[in-house]
């Protein structure tokens, strides 16, 4: 089993009635870096914060989501 963990940026968008450009307005983060991880899902823990605190978010299920592929086997 495999399971991924990632962000996904546009799910943070629509929960938050946002734009990608309001969310680099309010965490001060560059709208670049955003779309970067926009398309990548890949994020540092830095960054994530900054989302979390400009969100006010508290729970970390609500800024990651998972992949579980229990497909594969090691």
Request: proline share 0%; aromatic share 4%; charged share 30%.
């Amino acid at each position: 089993m495999t399971v991924k963990f990632y962000v996904d940026i546009n799910k943070i968008l629509k929960r938050n009635g946002m734009r990608l450009t309001d969310l680099a307005e309010i965490s001060n983060i560059n709208i670049g870096t955003l779309s970067r991880i926009r398309k990548s899902h890949k994020i540092n823990f830095s960054t994530l914060n900054k989302i979390a605190s400009a969100l006010d978010e508290k729970d970390l299920n609500n800024l990651v989501s998972r992949e579980i592929d229990s497909t594969k086997l090691k």
